[in-house]
């Protein structure tokens, strides 16, 4: 039994010096399609970074691709987040692929990226930053993946060209001005598990012409929170809960509302 234990802590010993450089914090890279990187170690034992571009913006055009993965002094690290402000004012950048192992996003990553048209959401990304799209008024679309659970201040504001927005049962909160001046959208569902909706969240969003709402009472929020939108448009909500909706600070804003038993 003794040396199974001398044979175990051994086998632990040389996997953590295998996967962990401690003396490694920081370090420069350059990925395969030629862009620049900064790396700064996050969790040392998991070898996990945050990355953030060193090319400068003018020369950083068209699609951009982030790697997994990347590789120093001959040790291999995993790239698990994009560093606040990373990308903002890049506004070259029509298209960026976000990789698997990306769990969040940090604040003003993507800020001011006015050309870009698209980005994928990995189902890992669980939190994206205050600010993190600001003004990215390009983008038409945005998956919201159930892994989400946190939504930053303001991160969607002024997306005019998004076209609807979904809130997946994961969010429990949709912060202040999240979707405001997204111009653009036409349909809004929050699920049944939002329980409240910060001021201006969807403040200037005056192409809807339809919003549902699951929750079985109304989240709470603001009298601004939905300033700009239509006061006569279609809002479908629970049967139960449609007395309170029509009384409720914030939701009372709208006029037209459907009670139903069957929202999905």
């Known amino acids: 039994m003794k040396l199974h234990s ?8 040389l996997l953590v010096s295998n996967c962990s450089r401690p003396d490694i914090k920081e370090f420069a ?6 862009t620049r990187y900064h790396c700064k170690v996050v969790v040392p034992l998991m070898n996990y970074v945050r990355v953030r571009p060193l090319t400068p913006a003018n020369q950083l055009k068209g699609e951009v691709e982030v790697p997994p993965t990347v590789y120093y002094d001959k040790t291999r690290f995993v790239v698990t987040q994009i560093a606040s402000g990373a990308f903002a004012g890049y506004t070259g950048i029509t298209k960026v692929k976000i990789p698997s192992t990306i769990s969040v996003i940090e604040s003003k990553a993507f800020s001011g990226c006015s050309a870009m048209g698209e980005i994928n959401t990995p189902q890992p990304l669980s939190t994206i930053g205050d600010y993190a799209f600001e003004n990215c008024s390009s983008l038409a679309v945005f998956e919201m993946q159930a892994s989400i659970s946190s939504l930053g201040e303001g991160c ?14 994961s969010l429990n909160t ?13 349909n809004i569902y929050i699920s049944s598990t939002v329980n409240a909706i910060g ?16 929750a079985g009472m109304p989240p709470a929020a603001s009298g601004n929170t939905f300033n700009g939108i239509d006061a006569n448009i279609p809002v479908t909500v ?9 009384s409720a600070e914030g939701w009372k804003h709208f006029n037209s509302y459907t009670g139903s038993y069957d929202i999905k």
């Open 29 to 34: 890279v350059t990925a395969s399609d030629g």
């Open 156 to 169: 969607f504001a002024g997306c005019s060209s998004l076209a609807s927005i979904r809130i997946p049962t």
């Open 238 to 246: 629970p049967m139960g809960g449609l007395s309170y909706y029509q």
């Open 199 to 214: 001021a201006e969240a969807f403040s200037g969003c005056t192409g809807v012409t339809r919003m549902t709402s699951a």
């Open 6 to 13: 001398i044979a175990l802590i051994m086998f632990v010993s």
């Open 174 to 186: 949709i912060p202040d001005k999240c979707f405001k001046n997204c111009s653009g959208v036409d």
